[in-house]
């Protein structure tokens, strides 16, 4: 093998020193960056590390409710989506996961005035849960970091309105969305009418998916052992909610 003269071996080790401090001048300005919160009123910084585990779940819950007033108020946080979208890049430490219908008028991270990295968001018709739900929230909890699992029901939900009807879907050959409804079914059940059991009665209607939601959150804790364990522990909330498309105010359960 041939041996490397000395000049060589200097440059070698000249341009590999040159190699790690371009590195390490490059993580410090990531660093730099990352620290940046607000420059000129526009928020640039995403969620760190640090701060998703120095809030409590209380403090979460606090903070989601703070950013729904500024919704309500049309007053949401200006953001440069390009500098957090860059800068998720480093790495991802939501505060929470909300399970929402897929209702698109119900936008998830405006509601609670939120940018890139701050939630979790999964979705499904009826906000109800299944396999891949719960191991997604394993994830965003047990291995993320999240604190907080909101299961987020709605005003004038189309599914919930459908069950309430009994909307004949398998006869319209729509089984996957039949066997939805029949998920949604036992919130229908356990809620008293007070009059038509019909989603024209809009209090009954209401009622019902709030009634879902909780549903929903009890057997989240059913089918998932370790988020009831770290519920129990006090690290982590699981709760469910309620958005008003009407007001735009989620009103939470756990109040």
Do not use: W
């Amino acid at each position: 093998m041939k041996k490397l003269g000395l000049p060589l071996l200097m440059m070698l080790a000249t341009g590999f020193l040159t190699s790690c401090q371009d590195e390490k001048k490059t993580e410090t300005a990531e660093v730099q960056e990352q620290t940046e919160i607000v420059e000129e009123g526009v928020v640039k910084s995403i969620l760190t590390a640090e701060e998703q585990a120095d809030m409590t779940p209380q403090e979460i819950i606090g903070r989601l409710k703070k950013g729904n007033e500024n919704f309500v108020n049309n007053n949401l946080t200006q953001r440069d989506h390009s500098a957090q979208r860059r800068r998720a890049m480093i790495g991802q430490y939501p505060k929470a996961i909300v399970l929402s219908c897929v209702d698109s008028r119900v936008p998830v991270e405006d509601v609670f005035d939120l940018g890139i990295g701050d939630i979790f968001v999964a979705r499904v018709a009826g906000n109800i849960e299944n396999a891949d739900i719960v191991s997604s929230m394993e994830f965003a909890t047990a291995v993320a970091g999240s604190k907080v699992v909101i299961v987020m029901g709605h005003t004038a939900c189309g599914a919930l309105k459908s069950a309430i009807d009994q909307v004949d879907a398998k006869s319209m050959n729509m089984n996957s969305l039949a066997d939805l409804l029949d998920e949604i079914e036992p919130a229908v059940e356990e809620t008293e009418p007070n009059g038509e059991r019909s989603s024209k009665n809009t209090e009954f209607t209401n009622n019902v998916i709030n009634t879902n939601a909780m549903r929903t959150v009890a057997n989240i804790r059913e089918a998932s052992p370790t988020m009831a364990q770290m519920e129990d522990d006090g690290k982590i909330m699981i709760v469910s909610a309620v958005y008003n498309m009407e007001t735009g105010e989620v009103e939470f359960n756990n109040d």
